[in-house]
């Protein structure tokens, strides 16, 4: 194989092992639930055999043997060799953490070989060893004998009444043929393509250096496709002598049951198979594509909104300019039709962007396994919502904060087994990850049936850490008091055990959702539990803004934050604006809230003071801020664009807070996105 070969094949290969991995975790947590799911065992021992066949054809040695090793331990469980205990699980979660282990290595230095996967694999053949066999059903022909399952021949017996063929298949291979064990995977993966290649002979094919392989390839094949396309498919791998296909039918019982004597199934020669070409297995829909063409996508569609919407500005003036000219009648007749389309483009590359919470939700219940394990603790999580859709650019930056608070949840929020009894609740406890869809937004809860967060402790650490007297905290609600929680360093927990209590989990889970634009709440009932609730926008991409203007500077504002937009003159700024403490505060509604002039916030010139403006009042999470600006412009879809580059010390921009970012206006013109969060920060505001 070339290098060139290798490089193609190498990006195929981190892809397809990544996301076998991912479902050989989840089908063996299933097993762990369930030791008789045959369909969950089908899966890990389909992805396992695959996993193998990968590695070998990409020369991973180490990755293959271990596979290799962990296939046969599953084939024997299939079998009913051996029971899934809770050894048996330790020891596949092993092989998987090695597995993940070598993948990361692969992909970071792309080899395998220092890792020593000897020990694990003496272990597995240690447990097999231990075990004595039981009964074997086979199938015998000139290929030589097939192990099959119950089942195996549940999957024969399903796809017979489906009107598919068995494929009893010999594939001579030229004796001077090189490489033969890839030429046996090429094979094989077309095979796949058009049915289930349920047996394989011999079973290590992908291991086998030529010397050893000789010139025999069988395999038992499901298939709906008739006998001359599976021929095509096999010939289409060059240096074969001979391909030889059998067909098969089960003959059955009066009663409609399989007849098997007891040599094990009884197999018969069909001579004229009829043709059910007309039955075809379902096609891939979906292809892999790098997301960074994705992005650009995205970026395109970006500027497409821009230029739609400078199109329509433009028409509209020449609408007012030329109204009885034929073309611009043409124009102004086209203009609905392209801001249609326009709008369709948009959200069709929103939704290829769109990540369902499946990718994310599944690699948590491992992680309370272990945890729970760890900590001697017996829990029962579950998921709602993996259907539910974020952006890809949203959903990565989630991650670690449902890691903290799944990992609080365990640690703090859930209590012993003893201190559960005493309580008169149930030994084993409940956490919960749900996820829902509301409007623009999306949901996140993390809950717990455990001991709730104690109020008292957080004010007594507030008093602690000098944050708060007890003055101030008897003037604060709960939710309030529960936002000291969010501070970096603070952690009621009395023992810094290694899965938390160092104080910087919640910090990181504001830090980032706040990042996001979103929200977070807690909810807290002492003995019954906890509730934190995220609330995410769907994608920062595109955002519905209103528009501003101070000055000659533009300034867009997520629609998000805006709660209500009013116009003072003279006697309603005298009468709503006080001064207190050197700070100007706004009164509303029986509030008082804090206030911002963009002029002097950002240092912008103003043309000339007027004794009118216009109070946008915006909201971040408890926090309400007041903006007073010189005109609002109005609402409109705008394009974010970054201004990491130009934003911090020493560059373009300086290190200014409170941007998030920048867009292009349809006049050509550009307004900066406010972060209304790190203009709160800023002010170090706390309501």
Not at 18 to 24: D, G, K, N, R, V
Not at 147 to 164: M, N, V, Y
Not at 273 to 285: A, C
Request: net charge negative.
């Amino acid at each position: 194989m070339n290098q060139l070969d290798f490089d193609r094949l190498f990006g195929t290969f981190v892809e397809e092992s990544t996301e076998q991995l991912e479902i050989i975790e989840q089908e063996i947590l299933k097993l762990e639930k369930d030791s008789q799911d045959e369909e969950a065992l089908e899966e890990v021992f389909r992805m396992a055999h695959s996993l193998k066949g990968s590695s070998s054809l990409m020369g991973f040695q180490n990755m293959t043997k271990l596979t290799h090793s962990l296939e046969s331990l599953l084939q024997k469980i299939k079998d009913k060799e051996i029971k899934m205990t809770t050894e048996t699980v330790d020891i596949l979660f092993r092989s998987l953490d090695m597995i993940k282990a070598m993948k990361d290595s692969v992909q970071d230095q792309k080899e395998s070989n220092k890792f020593n996967p000897q020990p694990l694999i003496d272990k597995i053949e240690q447990l097999t060893d231990e075990i004595k066999a039981d009964s074997k059903r086979k199938i015998k022909d000139f290929t030589g004998e097939f192990k099959i399952s119950k089942q195996d021949k549940k999957i024969i017996d399903d796809a017979i009444r489906r009107g598919e063929q068995v494929y009893i298949i010999k594939i001579v291979i030229e004796e001077d043929a090189v490489m033969k064990a890839i030429k046996a995977f090429l094979i094989v993966n077309n095979l796949k393509g058009i049915g289930q290649v349920l047996r394989i002979s011999p079973e290590d094919y992908e291991s086998l250096p030529d010397n050893e392989f000789g010139k025999t390839l069988s395999l038992v094949l499901l298939s709906s496709e008739d006998k001359e396309l599976v021929k095509e498919q096999i010939e289409v791998v060059n240096e074969i002598e001979k391909v030889i296909i059998t067909n098969y039918f089960y003959q059955e019982g009066d009663d409609g049951s399989l007849i098997e004597n007891q040599e094990g199934l009884e197999l018969r020669v069909s001579s004229n198979v009829k043709d059910n070409s007309d039955f075809r297995q379902e096609k891939r829909s979906t292809i892999r594509v790098d997301i960074r063409k994705l992005d650009k996508l995205m970026s395109l569609a970006g500027e497409l909104v821009i230029d739609k919407e400078r199109l329509m500005q433009i028409s509209t003036k020449l609408r007012y300019k030329y109204n009885n000219d034929k073309d611009v009648q043409d124009l102004l007749a086209a203009m609905p039709h392209l801001d249609f389309i326009g709008d369709e483009i948009q959200e069709s590359i929103m939704s290829v962007r769109m990540y369902t919470m499946e990718n994310i939700f599944d690699r948590f219940p491992r992680m309370i396994r272990d945890l729970a394990h760890r900590s001697g603790k017996e829990i029962n999580f579950t998921s709602e919502g993996k259907e539910t859709e974020l952006d890809r650019s949203i959903i990565e930056e989630i991650v670690d904060p449902i890691v903290h608070l799944l990992r609080n949840s365990v640690d703090h929020g859930i209590e012993t087994r003893e201190e559960r009894l005493l309580k008169g609740k149930s030994p084993t406890a409940n956490i919960s990850l749900k996820a829902r869809q509301e409007e623009n937004h999306v949901v996140i809860e993390v809950s717990d049936d455990g001991r709730g967060i104690d109020i008292e402790a957080v004010k007594q650490k507030a008093i602690e850490k000098g944050l708060a007297s007890m003055e101030k905290l008897q003037r604060q609600s709960e939710n309030e008091i529960l936002d000291y929680l969010f501070m970096s360093g603070f952690s009621t927990s009395q023992v810094v055990s290694e899965i938390s209590g160092r104080g910087v989990g919640m910090d990181v889970v504001k830090t980032n959702i706040e990042k996001l634009n979103g929200k977070i709440d807690i909810n807290t009932e002492k003995d019954a539990g906890t509730k934190v609730i995220l609330k995410l926008p769907l994608t920062l991409a595109i955002i519905q803004a209103l528009l501003i203007k101070q000055g000659n500077n533009k300034f867009a504002v997520p629609l998000i934050s805006v709660i209500e937009t009013l116009r003072l003159g003279k006697k309603e700024l005298e009468e709503q604006i006080k001064h207190v403490k050197d700070k100007e505060m706004f009164s509303w509604r029986d509030m008082v809230i804090p206030v911002v002039r963009l002029d002097k916030y950002f240092e912008v010139p103003v043309k000339q003071k007027s004794d009118k403006c216009f109070a946008v009042v915006l909201a971040f999470s408890e926090k309400r801020l007041c903006l007073l600006v010189e005109r609002l412009i109005g609402e409109q879809q705008v394009v974010i664009k970054s201004l990491g580059e130009y934003l911090g010390k020493g560059k373009l921009f300086g290190d200014i807070k409170g941007l998030s970012g920048a867009t292009i206006l349809g006049d050509g013109s550009f307004a900066l996105v406010l972060d209304i969060p790190g203009i709160l920060k800023n002010l170090k505001y706390h309501k």
